[in-house]
């Protein structure tokens, strides 16, 4: 399952927030991969997400390897609480 997003953090997902984020992705019994253009990175690696680059305005997906919507749901709950997306 995946969905997309726009990135609206001025900063982009720099240094801290990605390394919140990707605790967060690694805290769940379930994969996640944050896609933006042709590259595909593990949410949970803080090297891959950084790799990416992402600023302000960029679309993007996220990827959970699950069946289970919740799991989706759990992760767009974090952006958008963290004021992400």
Known sequence: MEKEYVLLSEQGLHAR????FVRFCSSLPFSVYLIYKEFKA???SI???????????????????????????????YL??????
Do not use: C, W, Y
């Open 80 to 85: 958008k609480e963290n004021h992400l997306v």
């Open 42 to 44: 593990d949410a949970k």
């Open 17 to 20: 927030p990605a390394t919140n």
């Open 47 to 77: 090297m891959a997400v950084m790799s990416i680059g992402l600023s302000k305005d960029s679309v993007f997906k996220i990827r959970v390897e699950s069946d289970n919507p919740d799991h989706l749901k759990q992760v767009d709950q």
